[in-house]
Structure formats: structure tokens, C-alpha cells
């Protein structure tokens, strides 16, 4: 009977332990009581009732990505390719998650390929492949109003891979082709024009620099030559003075040594035998002093005779 007791206290406690739950983080546990909705367990320890309570199901409610297969669908133009889309989600209402739809995750691959073929078929090839954003915007919007009744926060669309058809693939690779030689050709044709402004200008700079040089040097010429001018006339002016000072120089001298008159007619005699020397027809002798050369061609006379 004792181990009988103890027999039923082990499975007791055992199944008391197995009715402790501790849900982790970032998860959530939907309860049903009885087949039920009982409650949603929120991360911590829990305890369920043995036999009654049981856990319907484990949510996760970090954000989720579920990449799609691609789905071919038709543009407007009749171009068919297929297309590749990432969704990502979060779970925001475990009980609508739970009971709003049997399969979320097949549900939501289903809704992404039909909203795709609607907005797909409305664009033109060129428009689809320039207007992705557009195309994100708009399948994130129309997802996001139709899961709401499951519990689902569609929170961005990607359009990860469009892959048109062979020979349009062909003819967009011959058309960048064409475009980036056409490209090459405006740059290159922009490259030699800017070169020959560069050139001109680099001439007409030349030029300029040349004329101003030019003017510089007519100018320091000219400089020069009035420097020299006025060191020409300094010079004469300096000479003139300094014959002057000694004309003055002579004359101080004559008046200190105070001359006889003979003395200062024998100068002025000089004085007119240096104007007299053959440039002059005419010289007017004055009285005082012809006398005087009367008197000294008397005396050259007598010694010409005595002689």
C-alpha cells in the first residue's frame, strides 16, 4: 500500500512539474481550456490546469521573412516574367493568428502572387522595371489591410528578382549597349571641345601675358632712358656749377693776392688774344687798355731789334 502511495505522489508530481511552463522570450503561448480560447501566455512562468489547459499554439512575435517562389505574371503590353518577392511580417494578435486562417504562411504566399499579377498587369514592361518602389508601396498596402483579421502586420514588400523573358533580356543588353557607346560618343565629343577652349584659352592667356610683358619692359625702357636723361642734365648742371665755383674760386683769389693794374691788363690782353683767334672779324679794344698794348708792341719792337 506504501509503495503504492509513492507511486501515485512520483506521477503527482510529475505531472504538476509538467504543468509548469516558462515561455521565452519574444514568444507567446494561445491556451484553450477545455477546447476553448482560454487566454495568451506572455514571456514568463506559467501554470496549466492537468487535463483541461492546453497549449493550442506557439507564436513567435519577432518579425518574420518569407521568400516566396517566383510567380510569372503578365504585363500590359503581353509580356510575361516572372518575379520574385520577400515579405516581411510580424504576428501582432495571437488569438487572430491562431483561429483567422489555417495556413498564415501559405495564405499570405497566395494573396502575394494574386495582388502581384493585379498590379503587374496594369504597368507596362518599362514601367515595371523603373517603378519598383511604386510596386513595393502599393503590394505592402493591399497586404497589410488583408491580413489584419489574422493577426498580421505586413511591415515591407521587396521585389527581390524581375526576370523578363530571353529575347527581351537580349534586346535590353543591345539597347544599354547602344546607350553607353552613345554616351561614350557625347563625352568623348565634350572631352576634345573642352580641350580645344582649354587650348585657345591657354593661347589667348599666352598672348596676353606677352603684350603685358611687352609693356612692361617698353615701360622700363622708357624709365631708364628719362633716368638717365635726368642723371645726363644732373651731370651737366654739376658741371656748370663747379666751373662756376672755380671762375668764383679764381676771382676771390685774384681780389685776396690784390693785383697791380698792369697785372689786370696783362689778363685782359689774354682774355682778348683768346677771343681774338681768328673766329672774330671784329673786336673793340677798350681805351684803358690800348694804351697798354701800345706800350707792349713797343717793347716786342725792341727786342726784335736787338736781336
Keep these: 500500500m506504501t509503495e503504492i502511495l509513492i507511486v501515485l505522489a512520483v506521477i503527482l508530481i510529475a505531472i504538476l512539474v509538467s504543468c509548469i511552463k516558462i515561455v521565452p522570450q519574444a514568444r ?35 518579425e518574420q521573412v518569407a ?28 488569438k487572430l493568428y491562431a483561429y483567422g486562417v489555417v495556413n498564415p504562411l501559405s495564405a499570405i504566399e497566395n494573396l502575394t502572387a494574386t495582388t502581384l499579377r493585379n498590379i503587374i498587369g496594369e504597368l507596362e514592361l518599362d514601367s515595371t522595371l523603373t517603378s519598383r518602389d511604386i510596386i513595393n508601396s502599393k ?35 543591345k539597347q544599354m549597349k547602344a546607350e553607353r557607346e552613345r554616351r561614350e560618343s557625347i563625352l568623348k565629343a565634350e572631352g576634345e571641345r573642352n580641350s580645344a577652349i582649354l587650348v585657345a584659352e591657354g593661347k589667348k592667356q599666352s598672348m596676353i601675358l606677352e603684350a603685358e610683358a611687352e609693356k612692361q619692359s617698353a615701360i622700363l625702357r622708357a624709365e631708364a632712358l628719362k633716368e638717365a636723361q635726368i642723371r645726363e642734365a644732373e651731370g651737366q648742371a654739376e658741371a656748370i656749377l663747379k666751373v662756376q665755383q672755380a671762375t668764383a674760386e679764381g676771382i676771390r683769389m685774384i681780389n685776396e693776392a ?50
Design 28 to 62: 507567446a503561448y494561445v491556451i484553450e481550456r477545455l477546447g476553448v480560447y482560454c487566454g495568451t501566455w506572455k514571456t514568463g512562468m506559467h501554470f496549466k490546469l492537468p487535463f483541461i489547459d492546453k497549449i493550442a499554439k506557439k507564436v513567435v512575435l519577432m
Design 139 to 173: 503590394m505592402r498596402s493591399i497586404l497589410d489591410e488583408a491580413t489584419d483579421p489574422w493577426g498580421i502586420k505586413v511591415n515591407r514588400v521587396e521585389l527581390k528578382n524581375i526576370m523578363p523573358p530571353k529575347e527581351i533580356q537580349d534586346a535590353m543588353e
Design 258 to 307: 690784390n693785383p697791380g693794374q698792369g697785372v689786370i691788363a696783362i689778363k685782359s690782353l689774354e682774355a682778348f688774344e683768346k677771343a681774338a683767334d681768328g673766329k672774330a672779324t671784329k673786336i673793340i679794344i677798350p681805351s684803358e687798355i690800348q694804351s697798354l698794348a701800345g706800350l707792349v708792341t713797343s717793347a716786342s719792337e725792341l727786342m726784335k731789334e736787338d736781336k
Design 67 to 94: 521568400d516566396f517562389q517566383p510567380q510569372a505574371v503578365i504585363t500590359k503590353d503581353n509580356v510575361k516574367m516572372q518575379i520574385d518577392t520577400v515579405v516581411f511580417f510580424q504576428i501582432t494578435d495571437c
